[in-house]
C-alpha cells in the first residue's frame, strides 16, 4: 500500500506556471507507474498524463500535450507535474495516483491522493 500527498496547486495566471509535487510513503514508491489526473466541477476525472515506474516513458493527454510535463524522483518518494503555457480550462483539482500500469482510465489505479486545486484566471 502507498500513501500520496498532491501540493504545489493555487491561483495562476493564464500562460503561468505551476509545478505540482505528489509525495509518496509506504510501499516502495519505484515499483509503481504513477498517474496525473484532473477533475472540473460537474466532470468527470480525466486523464493528464503517466510515468512509468522508472521514469522512461510518458504519456499525455493531447490537450496538455507539448504544455505539461511528468517527472519523478524515485529518491525523494516523489512525482512531478510541471505545468506552462496554463489556461482556464486547465482550472480543476489535480489527483495524482499509482498503479500497475500507465493508463488513461482512473479503474487502472490503485491509490489516490487527496488532490489539490488549481485554478487558471483569465
Known amino acids: 500500500q502507498v500513501q500520496l500527498v498532491e501540493s504545489g496547486g493555487g491561483p495562476v495566471q493564464t500562460g503561468g506556471s505551476l509545478r505540482l509535487s505528489c509525495a509518496a510513503s509506504?510501499?516502495?514508491?519505484?515499483?509503481?507507474?504513477m498517474g496525473w489526473f484532473r477533475q472540473a466541477p460537474g466532470k468527470e476525472r480525466e486523464f493528464v498524463g503517466g510515468?512509468?515506474?522508472?521514469?522512461?516513458?510518458?504519456d499525455y493527454a493531447d490537450s496538455v500535450k507539448g504544455r505539461f510535463t511528468i517527472s519523478r524522483d524515485n529518491a525523494k518518494n516523489t512525482v512531478y507535474l510541471q505545468m506552462n503555457s496554463l489556461k482556464p480550462e486547465d482550472t480543476a483539482v489535480y489527483y495524482c495516483?499509482?498503479?500497475?500500469?500507465?493508463?488513461?482510465?482512473?479503474?487502472?489505479?490503485?491509490?489516490w491522493g487527496q488532490g489539490t486545486q488549481v485554478t487558471v484566471s483569465s
Open positions: 510515468i512509468t515506474s522508472r521514469g522512461g516513458t510518458t
Open positions: 509506504g510501499r516502495p514508491f519505484s515499483t509503481y507507474n
Open positions: 495516483a499509482a498503479g500497475f500500469v500507465v493508463a488513461s482510465t482512473p479503474a487502472a489505479y490503485s491509490y
